[in-house]
């Protein structure tokens, strides 16, 4: 069982998601702690910019980050939209919405003309954060779309409406690189790639970039590759922490400072429908999620 005081069951000897004083400490790899500033309070809102959270690979983080990165980036004022684009609905679930009740989903806002943003939006129990739902008509879309003009937009079309209300739109893809996540990628200005610290995370990788080189050639040219989240860190086992350097030596500066460790907690707050933000606000998971927040506003 958890040790440690705040529950995450953290070791004493190396931790990078401990910041206060380290800010200059040497890391894995020969890097250098940064970490990022406060944010400075925003006095206007929009145009978002869009950020897909994708890794073919289930079970890494994508929809726990979704939730939490949104939850962090609106406590420093940000307007959020979370846009779950799996049709497990996880990310809808994760925020107390039951998806087979849903009378709206983001299907209807893909495939039904005549349906707008607002009739979809749901507010969630976090200020300044909303929530565009799915539910398993989600793979119905995937298979209508093939045959439509035009496919690889479809995502971009439905969100151009609500853009300018935002300051930032999360995209949580599904764990494939089908056609629902390329329209997360065709439509987004960056993605963002957790990692967890496991055996055999790096597999797959390669063919991530590859599709992502591939929307960036084809589709969106913008495309950028915002940073990697290291996930699932346990600093009890020396093995997560040979994967976090074998992270940071291939991929350097893009790996985010932010670490998310293992913790129990993450999977209590999906069961308490709220993220981390509020439902444990000073454990170190919501911690090292504002300390992302404050590194994706910053980079
Ligand atoms: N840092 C973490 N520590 C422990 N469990 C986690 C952590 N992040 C996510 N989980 C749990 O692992 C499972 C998979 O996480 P999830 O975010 O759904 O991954 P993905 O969306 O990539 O499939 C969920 O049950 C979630 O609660
Ligand atoms: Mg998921």
Partial sequence: MDTAPDGDGAGPDYDP????????APRPGGRHRVGAPQPAPLTEHGPARVIAVANQKGGVGKTTSTINLGAALAEYGRRVLLVDFDPQGA?????????????????????????????VILKTSVAGMDLLPSNIDLSAAE?????????????GRALKGVLDRYDVVLIDCQPSLGLLTINALACADSVLIPLACEFFSLRGVALLMDTIDKVKDRLNPDLDLIGILATMFDSRTVHTREVHQRVIEAFGDLVFDAVINRTIRFPETTVAGEPITTWAPSSSGAEAYRMLAREVIAR
């Fill in 143 to 155: 298979v209508q779309l093939v045959t439509e003009v035009g496919r690889e937009q479809a995502l």
């Fill in 91 to 119: 990310l809808s679930v994760g925020l107390g919405v039951q998806p087979h009740q849903l009378d709206a989903t983001i299907y209807n806002l893909l495939m039904d003309r005549g349906v707008e943003p607002d009739d």
């Fill in 17 to 24: 998601t401990v910041e206060p004083g380290l800010e200059d």
